[in-house]
């Protein structure tokens, strides 16, 4: 085989690869869809963690959930406060985030992530309320080009652009909501699948605590 055409096919397997690449509308259907969870763990203060398989996408999809009596909208606003991450969400202390744009229709961010024994990972995302009105919060993973317009305070790593996160709150009934955080998203570099997906898991469980940690106690100045 020449080398030339060793070199077709690999340009080739390489398109083809990325056109398989589900479109975020694509994987935020699949977060929702609720066939092929498989529960893997559920924490002593009742956290529920879930995974299932995307087609064509190498990782695995994690759903954390819980049910629990919360002001869905502070929720939705201490997700939404992507330049205070530092300060409250705490599992995650090796990480920095800015806030580079916010409008009524969303904002961008910038995101710096210290990952033990491998490369720092970096991304931007854009963050939205899918449905006005509503407490669901979804962001999505951009290209570094994007940025580009930005006043970003880069930070060496590895950049990923491969991901979308989504949380919901449904109501149930005496005040309860069921909280979910959804994500699926490829770490990049040279790191087995099987690790990201743990990577992936613990991350958002720690997340996932600190964020309603962080809603009940301004609930609670809120109410002093």
Known sequence: ???????????????????????PMVLKESLYDELNWSIVETTDDGISVAEKSINDVAVKAVKVSQTVRIDPEMLARVIEDVANYGRFLTSASSMECDLLSSDESGMVGYQYVD????????????????????????????????????????RSGVYIDYGVGSWSMNKLEDDLYDVSYRLVMDPGGWIPDSVSDYFNRVSMVGIFKDALVETQRRSLEGQG
């Open 115 to 154: 990952v033990p024994l491998i490369s720092d990972r970096v991304y931007g995302f854009k963050m939205y309320r899918p449905v006005a009105g509503e407490t669901r919060v979804d962001w999505e993973l951009i290209p570094e080009s994007t940025l580009e317009n930005y006043a970003v305070n880069k």
């Open 1 to 23: 085989m020449t080398k030339n055409l060793i070199m077709v096919i690999a340009l080739l397997s390489f398109s083809m690869s990325a056109l398989l690449k589900a479109s």
